[in-house]
């Protein structure tokens, strides 16, 4: 009888993490990744936090050939690479302010050139 709580336990146990995984995943669809496993929050990356200004779903749904973040000491860099003539953007943002309106509009902008 004792072995068979614990097993029960320990079913009931992983139920419950797979339960938090799929809600946190409905919550937030944008990420691949669950804000919590296990129990441990984790805070959104650098491109999660762009993706969710720009509201690209899914993260992939920008209109970029490549989108790459890097946050560094008190700098933030967005370097994007776009679709028509392949060119390089790098742009720079502070990151207690990532990101700001102004790297936003920036970005915006890059959006709309022809």
Known sequence: MLKHEIELRKRIHEIELRKRIMETRMMHPMSPFPDSVFGVERPPTSFEMLAMRMRWI?????????????????????????????????????????????????????ENTP
Do not use: N
């Not at 920008?62 to 690479?81: L, N, R």
């Open 58 to 110: 899914g993260g992939s749904s920008h209109p970029f050939e490549s989108v790459i973040t890097h946050v560094v000491g008190d700098k933030a860099f967005v370097w994007i690479i776009t679709k028509d003539k392949f060119d390089s953007v790098v742009l720079e943002d502070d990151a207690a302010m990532y990101p700001s309106d102004t790297l936003i509009t920036q970005i915006r902008l890059l």
